[in-house]
Nanobody, 126 residues
Framework: QVQLVESGGGLVQTGGSLRLSCALSGFTLDYSVIGWFRRAPGKEREGVSCISRSDGNTYYPDSVKGRFTISRDDAKNTIYLQMDNLQPEDTGLYYC???????????????????WGRGTQVTVSS
């Protein structure tokens, strides 16, 4: 049974926008921090947006700061990633992921998650 289901990826031109969604269910609902990660061919996994369940604190790396926004809808058990001014280097497989320990949002984004979904592909054409 899949517990994190991502959607919203697609093909977009440079400068365009996309909004990704991640639906949570089951044991993933007890997360402490949750975030979005991406992986591109030949590149390391990168945490691009992370948010705390308790206080809503967020973390963004410099590569996406000012362009990406993570948000939560607890009533819908859904996490969103609004991506604006997309660039070709943003291309990759985007997946949401969680940790259950008392990690900070920076720890999640930098050190990585405990559990992740299958992802949704984002392709930005130049």
């Amino acid at each position: 049974q899949v517990q994190l289901v991502e959607s919203g990826g697609g093909l977009v031109q440079t400068g365009g926008s996309l909004r990704l969604s991640c639906a949570l269910s089951g044991f993933t609902l007890d997360y402490s921090v949750i975030g979005w990660f991406r992986r591109a061919p030949g590149k390391e996994r990168e945490g691009v947006s992370c948010i705390s369940r308790s206080d809503g604190n967020t973390y963004y790396p410099d590569s996406v700061k000012g362009r990406f926004t993570i948000s939560r809808d607890d009533a819908k058990n859904t996490i969103y990633l609004q991506m604006d001014n997309l660039q070709p280097e943003d291309t990759g497989l985007y997946y949401c992921a969680v940790r259950w320990d008392r990690a900070t949002v920076e720890t999640l984004c930098v050190d990585g998650p405990d559990y992740w979904g299958r992802g949704t592909q984002v392709t930005v054409s130049s």
